[in-house]
């Protein structure tokens, strides 16, 4: 009987991994679903950093505040761990 058990609690990793992608590719087709039926006006940004050179990309027409926003959070991050850094050693 315990090693029925074990099967069974074996292959829950597996069937977590499952339903994890389940979940995402039916995420995906929802949201894909609902901007083909209501289209919208988007705008976004982001802010890639590799090691100290920032690399910023925008689109639409509010990106610019967007990624001015980014880019002070992305400002104050790398200050803190700096500041951290510094008490550690």
Same mark, same amino acid.
């Given at each position: 009987?315990? #090693?029925? $058990?074990?099967?069974?609690?074996?292959?829950?990793? !597996?069937? #977590?991994?499952? +339903? %994890? =992608?389940?979940?995402? !590719?039916? %995420?995906? *087709? +929802?949201?894909?679903?609902?901007? =083909?039926?209501?289209?919208?006006?988007?705008?976004?940004?982001?802010?890639?950093? *590799?090691g100290p050179i920032?690399? *910023? #990309? %925008? !689109?639409?027409?509010?990106?610019?505040?967007? #990624?001015? =926003?980014?880019?002070? *959070?992305?400002?104050?991050? +790398?200050?803190? $761990?700096?500041?951290?850094?510094?008490?550690?050693?």
């Amino acid at each position: 009987m315990e #090693v029925q $058990q074990r099967t069974s609690l074996s292959n829950l990793p !597996f069937l #977590v991994l499952l +339903v %994890g =992608i389940a979940l995402i !590719f039916v %995420g995906f *087709i +929802v949201i894909a679903s609902s901007a =083909i039926i209501y289209p919208a006006h988007v705008s976004g940004g982001g802010i890639f950093l *590799i090691g100290p050179i920032p690399i *910023i #990309v %925008g !689109f639409g027409e509010h990106a610019w505040p967007i #990624v001015l =926003i980014l880019a002070t *959070i992305a400002i104050i991050l +790398v200050l803190l $761990q700096l500041l951290v850094a510094k008490r550690s050693s």
